[in-house]
């Protein structure tokens, strides 16, 4: 069973319209992370949290938003999707306690805004 | 501004031989590299990590050289396998920066046979 699962896996829509794209955990850790990847830039930062009640901004927060409903769900939210938001999007995990613990990361939500 | 950057898009390799992937940085405040692999449809899975205290972490065919001095990092892969082929990427971090991690573009890896 996997550790760290994103629904939708794939997702189709249209601008204007509002997306929520889910993480689901079952490894324990406190920390959270939303990445997306767009080809030729690698993965950057949207959003963290440390906890339900610690959400941090990444460095590519706008246009998004996040909720984080208990420790293992972290949602993503595109509240009015436009094209250049089509990307891959990752969620990952952390265990806090160390500097030197990797994060984990899903399997990706592929999103085409059209 | 790309922080990490891994200048070879792709790479082919032969089964058997040496793969070397290479990672160039521009924050001298980075402090903690990692290399994470990535197969087509997975998430990243991590690999292996070096702190900027050492210059050397070894792990099974896996090797991370870090020069400080010329901000640059190599992952060394011997031998290499056909299962090794999928795009890597270079990430580092600051510590104390609640480990967020600045990636590279990654490179994509083909272990021929």
């Known amino acids: 069973d996997a550790d760290v699962t994103q629904t939708p896996r794939n997702r189709i829509t249209k601008t204007g319209k509002r997306i929520m794209l889910e993480c689901s955990q079952t490894k324990g850790h406190d920390r959270m992370y939303w990445y997306r990847q767009d080809p030729g830039l690698g993965l950057r930062l949207i959003y963290y949290?440390?906890?339900?009640?610690?959400?941090n901004k990444g460095e590519i927060s706008d246009g998004y938003s996040v909720s984080r409903q208990a420790q293992a769900k972290f949602s993503l939210s595109l509240e009015s999707a436009i094209p250049n938001q089509t990307a891959l999007y990752f969620c990952?995990?952390?265990?806090?306690?160390?500097?030197?613990?990797?994060?984990?990361f899903g399997p990706g939500t592929r999103l085409t805004v059209l | 501004d790309q922080q990490v950057k891994q200048n070879s898009p792709s790479l082919s390799v032969q089964e058997g031989r040496i793969s070397i992937l290479n990672c160039d940085y521009t924050?001298?405040?980075?402090?903690?590299f990692l290399w994470y692999k990535k197969y087509p449809a997975e998430g990243p899975t991590f690999l292996i990590s070096?702190?900027?205290?050492?210059d050397k972490n070894e792990d099974g065919r896996f090797t991370v050289f870090l020069n400080k001095s010329a901000k640059h990092l190599s992952l060394h892969i011997v031998p290499s396998q056909p299962g090794d082929s999928a795009v890597y990427f270079c990430?580092?971090?600051?510590?104390?920066?609640?480990?967020?991690?600045?990636f590279g573009t990654g490179t994509r890896l083909q272990v021929t046979l």
């Open positions: 990430a580092a971090s600051v510590t104390g920066t609640a480990s967020k991690l600045t």
């Open positions: 070096i702190s900027s205290i050492k």
């Open positions: 990952a995990t952390r265990a806090s306690g160390g500097e030197y613990n990797e994060q984990f």
């Open positions: 924050n001298s405040m980075f402090d903690y």
């Open positions: 949290s440390f906890d339900v009640k610690d959400i």
